[in-house]
T-cell receptor, first 113, second 107 residues
């Protein structure tokens, strides 16, 4: 198993541009989530999904959209990038619930100029 | 959602036992207590999870008193490679991370 994969590893955007951060898992996990981590801070939950077709907001959802059309993929879309969205983004998955062991991806480092 | 409070940082020396305590006064009946470890430039990694009393695995032990309002992660005989940020989490529906405890292990 590849586990949780994220692409790209690093991205530079200009303010106002849009992009999609990709996340995929091959463990047949139902629960997937997106976090952002700013320097010296803990992770903050952006959006999560308990299964295909079901998504919900986390702590900091503004400026981000998600969809879950398949069990494997959970892309995160930035509609109009802002410098405040400069951060490291982590995707995670678990078998069925948030309380279970979460497997994290390697992260995507995003810089918005 | 149960809020957790843990020390911002701790120092230790190689070979010592390290205990990191987390407070979660508003823990709900169905909440589990979970600890994660994060190294720089990596995603968090699951360490241990428990509901009550004591849980032990090959990496750590987790002590939870009867009232479940706190928990203590115990790392036996730490090494330099245990230098990391440790997060205590309590949640039912979604996983919310606090600031964590930065553990610095010195030679």
């Amino acid at each position: 198993n590849a586990g949780v994969t994220q692409t790209p590893k690093f991205q530079v955007l200009k303010t106002g541009q849009s992009m999609t951060l990709q996340c995929a898992q091959d463990m047949n996990h139902e629960y997937m989530s997106w976090y952002r981590q700013d320097p010296g801070m803990g992770l903050r939950l952006i959006h999560y999904s308990v299964g295909a077709g079901i998504t919900d907001q986390g702590e900091v959802p503004n400026g981000y959209n998600v969809s879950r059309s398949t069990t494997e993929d959970f892309p995160l879309r930035l509609l109009s990038a802002a410098p405040s969205q400069t951060s490291v983004y982590f995707c995670a998955s678990s078998y069925s619930r948030a309380q279970e062991t979460q497997y994290f991806g390697p992260g995507t480092r995003l810089l918005v100029l | 959602l149960a809020k957790t409070t843990q020390p911002i940082s701790m120092d230790s020396y190689e070979g010592q036992e390290v205990n990191i305590t987390c407070s979660h006064n508003n823990i709900a009946t169905n909440d589990y207590i979970t600890w994660y470890q994060q190294f720089p430039s990596q995603g968090p990694r699951f360490i241990i999870q428990g509901y009550k009393t004591k849980v032990t695995n090959e990496v750590a032990s987790l002590f939870i008193p009867a009232d479940r309002k706190s928990s203590t992660l115990s790392l036996p005989r730490v090494s330099l490679s245990d230098t990391a940020v440790y997060y205590c989490l309590v949640n039912t529906g979604k996983l919310i991370f606090g600031q964590g405890t930065t553990l610095q292990v010195k030679p």
